[in-house]
């Protein structure tokens, strides 16, 4: 693979399913290494792989679209990756499954 020092993917996650979003996010750590990646995704399976995680929101109102974003670390991280997996803000049996992802995804 060539050394293009900055490579963005916008929703990579189209179209696959927990297990290959899995192997997605460990070939995307490999990419990553040596160079910076943004990579957009609404699957926890790739997101628990990120070095950074991101949460963005978009506002929109009759004059403007605000974007917002905010580094996510620690619990709040956990929170988000149950959030993506399960839907709800909060279930614990997700975030259990979250912190397991994320340790599983640095190992």
Do not use: C, W
Not at 40 to 45: D, E, F, G, V
């Amino acid at each position: 693979m060539d050394q293009t020092p900055t490579l963005i993917f916008d929703e990579i996650d189209a179209n696959i399913g927990g297990r290959l979003g899995d192997r997605v996010g460990r070939k995307m750590r490999e990419i990553a290494s040596g160079r910076q990646i943004f990579l957009i995704t609404h699957l926890p399976q790739i997101a628990s792989f990120a070095e950074r995680h991101f949460k963005v929101t978009k506002k929109v109102s009759k004059s403007a679209t605000q974007v917002n974003y905010v580094q996510l670390e620690g619990q709040a991280r956990v929170r988000e990756l149950a959030e993506m997996m399960s839907g709800q803000k909060e279930s614990d049996i997700a975030k259990t499954h979250a912190e397991a992802m994320l340790k599983s995804a640095s190992s």
